[in-house]
């Protein structure tokens, strides 16, 4: 049996963006409040009873989240433009090796926009 387990956090950023739409308010300095999850599925080891303890997934997300949180997103390297979607990639690719072969989704969502994306990783990353 395979379980999916996650874990939230939230990052405050600023960041400015090049669009077609909304483009003079992107382009100044501005900045959002995040919320991000990542999911991890596997088997739950018969000893422990979990997939992977939730202490372990918190600790890793927390060294993710100290890369973005109160960051100007156009500076954080490897992160491209700073759109949902980079952003999505972006946490995948620094998760903690231990947490990155079990990931399966990661999400992120501005709450005050109503807007997200989700990054629905391919099952080969994952481990057997």
């Known amino acids: 049996m395979q379980h999916t387990i996650s874990q939230r956090f939230f ?6 963006l ?4 909304e483009a003079e308010g992107s ?3 501005h900045g959002h ?3 991000a999850e990542v ?4 088997a739950c080891d018969p000893a422990t009873g979990m997939v992977l303890d939730l202490g372990l997934l918190r600790q890793g997300l927390e060294r993710v989240r100290a890369q973005l949180d109160h960051h100007m997103l156009d500076d954080v390297p490897g992160l491209g433009p700073p ?4 952003l ?4 995948a690719r620094a998760l903690p090796d231990e947490l990155r072969w079990r990931a399966s989704r990661v999400r992120v969502w501005r709450e005050a926009l109503g807007d ?13």
């Open 11 to 16: 990052f405050d950023a600023a960041h400015t």
């Open 18 to 21: 090049r669009r077609e739409i």
């Open 27 to 29: 382009r100044r300095v």
């Open 33 to 35: 409040t995040y919320h």
């Open 39 to 42: 999911a991890l599925t596997g």
């Open 83 to 86: 759109t949902l979607e980079n």
């Open 88 to 91: 999505c990639v972006f946490i």
């Open 116 to 128: 997200g994306c989700t990054l629905d990783l391919p099952a080969s990353t994952q481990a057997p």
